[in-house]
Structures are given as C-alpha cells and as structure tokens.
C-alpha cells in the first residue's frame, strides 16, 4: 500500500552558492557519514552529491507529509547499496519500505520518494 509520495528539485548553483558561504549548511543538511563522504569528493561532485541529498530529504518530508520542521534533517540518511542506488535510512519507519530516486542534470538535482507500508 503507498502511504505518499513526494518529489523535490534544486538548483544546483543554489547549493554550490551555500557551500561556498560556510560549511553550516553542509553541518545542517548531512549526517556525519554523509559528510565524511562529501569531504572526499571533486568540488563539482560535492555540489551534486549535497544538491541530490537535500532534494531526497525534502521529497521524503513531502512523501511523509511532516515538512522538514517536524523532523531533522541528520534524522535521516542516505547511503549507497552496493550497486550503487541511493538507500534512505529514518528513524520511525519500521515497517515502511522507502523507495528513492536521485537523478541530475547540468544544473539541477531531482529526487523522488515513495513510501510503500510492507
């Protein structure tokens, strides 16, 4: 059964803008493990790495239907599975399956979720 769906897009010189300011919108927006990844990534792949992380977060929020005020956004992390699809991990979710798409383009990052109970 699909409990929601959500879908988010940014612009990837928006992030690139954020990330060139200070690092706290890096500290805000990513888990510890998902920034110790970023550190080790082409200034131009961190972009997109960052941009395609927000954009998931925001669309899981949408799919929950909390908005991003009600939960954090290091309360949820996004991994990669061994043949490389992004995985989404959150707390409270037992019991639901999370389907997540992650695709970019020259300037912008999208991301869909959709939230299947088991």
């Known amino acids: 059964m699909i409990l929601g769906t959500g879908v988010d897009i940014v612009e990837l010189v928006r992030i690139k803008r954020l990330l060139e300011k200070n690092n706290r919108f890096l500290e805000r927006v990513l888990t510890k493990t998902e ?16 941009a395609g992380r927000f954009a998931a977060k925001e669309a899981f929020a949408k799919a929950n ?30 019991g639901i399956h999370i389907h997540l798409s992650i695709s970019h383009s020259r300037d912008h990052a999208v991301a869909q979720v959709l939230l299947e109970k088991r």
Request: zero cysteines.
């Open 65 to 94: 239907r909390t908005g991003i005020g009600k939960l954090s956004f290091q309360q949820i992390e996004i991994t990669n599975h061994a043949n490389g699809s992004p995985e989404m991990q959150t707390e409270g979710m037992e």
């Open 35 to 50: 920034q110790e990844k970023a550190r080790h990534l082409s200034d131009h792949r961190r972009v997109e790495y960052v």
